[in-house]
């Protein structure tokens, strides 16, 4: 293990949250320089943290004698830049989510670092989070068989800073900001080498006076037959509703990562304290997390992230991956645009093939068996349909 | 309140529950006489519930003198012919869901009986379960603003009756089964005046050798802007998954029937007995409901039919409600084949209109009000919209 | 089925859930009469609720003509002489809990119904909860083995009403109030015919000024060795906590009955209705039951009443059980202030022996089998105990 | 922060779990040499976790030259002798839990290591989840107000080592076991610097042919009148119940570590993989939580400890702390035996006094206002005591 060295680019929440993880507990790995567009805001993040470095030049942060790896947390318009900086710096690059606006951008910021052949790392937290970590692992393992359809989910009642609203900036409205989690975690369950092959996506703006969506359903068919649903939306109250399910041929996995954690307080009167991200009210019944950068998955992120560049191996969540997520949603605007299924487009797919969930049927005197059910008394209770005829009917036997 | 005396078409799963539910407790109405087409069955029926008559002979058992009520609790496919026969028999009938195989045969029962002049009933139980009754309540009385979005989730691993799956006597898989029952949960929600104008439904066979879909998912959007969603499947794993989700533009609801309700039990060895609808397994962790018939929502569904005939009023589940049902099942089915948005054919329109969900804009300095929030000291925390350039900004300001 | 005709004693909160429960639904008991101290509280009562008559003088409401059934719902200390009155008139009387405000009071009343020969029921409502009344039956079916320990927790931030908080009318504070409820429900758990031997309980008065305890905790140790555990306080926040858990040898089972049931709904503005009994907010998270006087037993219970009356049977709970309850909540009170194990003081046990909950050891090799665990390798592992020696040692076999 | 290097004393099951902490993520602290009793187990460790060296001579592996810090993962009767060699070679000592068998033990280990001037933390794991650590700093901040009650439970099937059913070697049952995790988040809860003053404890034998408990619920007075109340168990089914409740005069808070966090798991066939610590099934519905080293507390703790030893400062669990757990318990056991309140005896007590909680009482035109409840047409009701008669009348008033 490395200790590694990390100019960070940006001081909004969400380098907060980097940071919190990179300095909390026991780890090696520090912030060594920040940028921010304006110096007060740079110095206040630098005493926040204990950085010994600040400045409002991207370039000198990128190029920082004592950093070997660049961490950018910019708005989504900016990475583009960033990166083809970081590329040309050659040094490491993490960037935050989503990677481009659109699939177009993604894919430069894909070539640029590929060509240069520095290590990318793409920083898709909620695909890291512990309970995400170990269901992925028992869908592989084949807890619950193969998988039919998952469903992520995550709403809120909108972002809290400005340029989050400005779709000129992000590339959208909640599918850019939240649907691109939803994407790359369902494709961790389907399996990354499951082409997504057509999207049918539905977008509204119900609430908020703005041009771009404040709600989003999509449903996208994977080559296997499985279905991803995602549901993403700025209007939702309550909280931050963050629940992932997923069903299988044998199994099914309920992930809820917010709301409903095992952690629930009362309280008659004002705490005047944080509660925790996107909530909404600070008395009455009120669903914290422990600890939420480890819950929403920044520490086994940066964990991979750095063990990877020490062993010379790809990351869990690569640029690819975030070019695949920017892909899928382009197809979603212009699906919700032509209202229909629109196929995702991607100038390369790195993933092989994969064969079509299907249950070979299988036969009891001559008659194809529908369903089986163990009854109380140990028999078995048979459905079965006759090939001929098609018609159907029930059998019970003895204990199988 | 008359007692009334009922004649009951079927024997199977459902006449069951049906019974339970009007024998149980102390209620005044009691079945009188049972149809099966088989003798045997008949019997055992009528030995079940104590009643004092069994018949082979349908019309019999409609015409039976001291039946004022009929119910029909047969399959799908003998809906029609039972429902005509009971229309000109004069009496009131009681049809089970859903109402037709299709819209078509939905019509012809909804015009027979308007044209008898009988009263008719929908037996959908799953809008008269406890919590959706006052759920729907709260929503009407504004607890949630307005509905944006409604999820109705019916899922478990596929029938227990032959039948179920032949889809010449149902008209479909879960789609019919299941999916009648999430449409008129969501449309309770979205307001059964907000009339359904479009689906977009993706169908997949993905487990059972049948002809039929054993998995779909589909949206409603209603004229108001709001969409409803459902998800069945005959291939879930773990159970009976009965879940719906209400967003409203100011508050949330949850609501969960079946796997958890508040009844958790561990049992190492088989414990031999009924554990609930659907369930998978009887040893390890189970989730039973307490009472079946209750939480379906039996109990106050023919509450409310008895009562409408005694107070001559509609019930809240009419044949028209199940005809719209059917109108949406098979725009459904539509949609799934051209796999394109399909609109809700529907003869005739009872609902009136419905506005379309707009919050109106509010302004602060001139400035578009995007979202407001409260500040753990007191201050407001504005994100403000330049109607001019489109530029965003945030503002804090003093207590509202 | 025999229809029953109802003299309503009392018009308080409790007389209301009553009466909601017979005339809700399609049942065939009717109030035929109502006695309340004041003549404008009887008529708003009778008026609310549809009853024919209404009436001060309480001995009239007993002896109505039209009458077979009086239901006492008054507060505690008038309980008896309500009691004996029924008694002297001959009729069937329900007595709502507690019995007594304490054993003596309790015996007397057990002792006038008996003597006089009439049926008796006694009201405890939490018994007959459709979720504790399938936990029993599971429980007696073998579902977790042997009963070894039963938690029932009753807890909300105190009465609505004056009379309540006033121990000289009542006999004390939440044990009264919620005890019994509590020590009921932990005897039909543990078994009717299992003695509660003796009571270690703790109070204190930590939050209102008052006289009586606003919080108590006590165990009850059963002849079979199960212990029984109760938890009550006048002090929770949050609303009314109603939940139960029993570990058995073979299994365990969690009841919750009020806060967490699946019913889940955020508002952000106040709704202005009825939530639930003892909510204490109108806005933010809430957590409503579907159906109250279902969910907290009250239709359950009549139905059990009234089945027993017209059966000519015993109910589930009895007078004898009210004067149980009683004693263990005397014993409670004795042990508190003692500070010391108290003695269950029975004037007439009717239940019978119980024998000692008690795994005979098994051996293997000769040592006594401790714990067998199943590897994942489908071995064996077993903790074993040299009889000899006392040493512990553990061994890993084959597969069993 | 500098970078720990540790000799781990012991190889078992907690061994194992400090060195996932330890050795996961990215920390800085490394072990660098274990000690096992047996060459074959010291190795395989070694090879497990990459420590560089490894040896049967416990004296050596604490005096290892590159090593500051060593860990005491021993078996409880072997913790004094670890402790005293520690502090004889002057090194920082971190000892698991419970730190004595009784409270001499402790109490001399305390004296050891105070004499010695080392620096000494105690690793009571529980007591720094991430729930457990933002819920205290929940209570310290006045969210619930006074703390009036606190139930900790920990109940399993029983241990996995044989040594630990040896209540030679461990102390005593799950009282030892589990209980010092209870008492000692009661502790936190209640406030360090409350003293407990007396202890009721009941235990019983019920299902292992052991001498020792395998059940126990004891109740702890705190000089303030909170009630701590913890339930310990071997005999529980159906995984690992790790909950704790915490009651005060304005607020509640529930937190549930194990079974119900959010991840909720189906699997019809053997997954044969690793579910979760003390898991029962491998099928059906299975409870795994995310990432256990975390949610169980060790990732906090040892940053506590690593943090604590950097600054100077004690840690947030010292081996004080440590005492007084095993003081509580030794109560505990005389309190089961003699079947009475102990007190609970320290040589001394370091926490100051606290206050008891005392509601003040108010006042309304004379009379002691009781309780207040806001209406929903917005008055309020008040329940109010007449000083003179001890009569209680309730009163409603219009907005406060």
Request: aromatic share 8%.
């Amino acid at each position: 293990m490395r200790a590694h060295s990390i100019s960070m680019l940006g001081t909004g929440l969400i380098s907060d949250f980097y940071t919190m993880t990179l300095h909390g507990k026991r780890g090696v790995d520090r912030v060594r320089t920040v940028y921010s567009r304006t110096a007060e805001r740079g110095e206040a993040f630098q005493a926040r943290w204990g950085i010994p470095d600040s400045t409002t030049d991207m370039q000198a942060a990128i190029e920082h004698p004592d950093t070997d790896v660049v961490v950018v947390a910019l708005p989504n318009h900016l990475h583009e830049a960033a990166v083809k900086a970081v590329a040309k710096a050659g040094k490491s690059v993490l960037c935050t989510k989503p990677l481009g606006r659109d699939a177009d951008e993604a894919r430069r910021m894909l070539e640029a670092v590929e060509t240069a052949g520095i290590f990318a790392g793409y920083l898709e937290d909620l695909c890291y989070t512990p309970k995400t970590l170990k269901a992925i692992k028992s869908v592989h393992d084949g807890a619950i068989g193969d998988v039919t359809w998952v469903r992520s989910r995550e709403t809120h009642p909108g972002p809290h800073s400005a340029w989050f609203w400005d779709g000129r900036l992000t590339g959208g409205g909640p599918i850019i900001d939240l649907g691109c989690h939803c994407i790359e975690i369902i494709r961790n369950f389907t399996g990354k080498g499951n082409r997504p092959v057509e999207v049918m996506c539905h977008t509204d703006t119900l609430v908020h006076p703005i041009d771009d969506e404040d709600n989003a359903i999509a449903l996208i068919r994977f080559e296997s037959g499985a279905i991803g649903q995602f549901e993403v939306s700025w209007t939702f109250r309550g909280g931050m509703d963050l629940r992932d399910e997923v069903a299988g041929t044998h199994g099914t996995i309920w992930l809820n990562h917010f709301l409903r954690t095992g952690f629930e307080m009362f309280t008659a009167g004002g705490q005047g304290g944080y509660v925790a991200e996107k909530a909404e009210t600070s008395a009455g019944w009120l669903f914290p997390v422990g600890d939420e950068v480890s819950e929403l998955g920044y520490v086994d992120m940066f964990t991979d992230m750095f063990d990877a560049i020490d062993d010379g191996r790809a990351p869990q969540e690569t640029f690819y991956d975030g070019y695949v997520v920017n892909a899928v949603m382009d197809a979603c605007y212009r699906s919700a645009k032509r209202r229909a299924w629109e196929p995702v487009d991607l100038f390369e797919w790195r993933g092989g093939t994969t064969e079509r969930i299907a249950a070979k049927p299988t036969y009891h005197d001559g008659q194809v068996v529908i369903k089986r059910e163990l009854l109380p008394d140990g028999r078995e209770k048979l459905i079965l349909k006759d090939p001929a005829t098609g018609d159907f009917t029930d059998r019970v036997i003895g204990p199988r």
